[in-house]
């Protein structure tokens, strides 16, 4: 998948697979979700049986540099839209387009499947993150707050 709109020339745009489980796990840990390769592997497997769903690798010379994953979500109230559930690019790689490849796959998978919006969700405090959805043509249409419950 060399060549995605909006992809530097040495950037390839490939499905996950369970070979990228400890470069992934190393992703989220820089986004603030620590896992370890295992666990990876496990969620690889999962979200690879779901048609709705799809993981992403942004990869360069061979090293996996930047990850998304995509899931169509739906909800009785609005209906059905595609969402990046989680986009990180390695904190040495960033600024270079790896994100807006991407984020440019993420929009071609949407349409592909005849959506015609595409959501992301952000914490509050990456701005610099906000900054880059913006510049990425996204709009921010909501704000809220997460509750969560032990069980």
């Not at 996950?16 to 496990?42: F, I, R």
């Not at 942004?58 to 998304?68: D, H, K, N, P, S």
């Not at 790896?98 to 595409?118: C, M, N, P, Q």
């Amino acid at each position: 998948m060399n060549g995605q709109p909006g992809s530097p020339a040495h950037v390839t745009i490939r499905p996950a697979t369970e070979t990228d489980a400890a470069a992934l796990a190393d992703l989220c840990g820089q986004l603030g979700y620590p896992t370890d390769q295992a666990t990876m592997v496990a969620r690889l497997s999962e979200a690879s049986d779901d048609r709705h769903r799809a993981v992403i690798v942004a990869e360069v010379q061979g090293r996996a540099v930047g990850c998304l994953e995509l899931a169509v979500q739906s909800a009785f109230e609005n209906g059905t839209w595609p969402e990046i559930r989680g986009l990180v690019v390695d904190a040495n790689c960033r600024s270079g387009g790896i994100g807006a490849a991407l984020v440019a796959f993420a929009k071609e998978w949407s349409k592909e499947r005849g959506f015609k919006r595409l959501r992301v969700r952000t914490n509050e405090i990456r701005t610099r993150t906000h900054a880059f959805y913006e510049r990425e043509g996204f709009t921010k249409t909501k704000s809220q707050r997460v509750y969560d419950v032990d069980l």
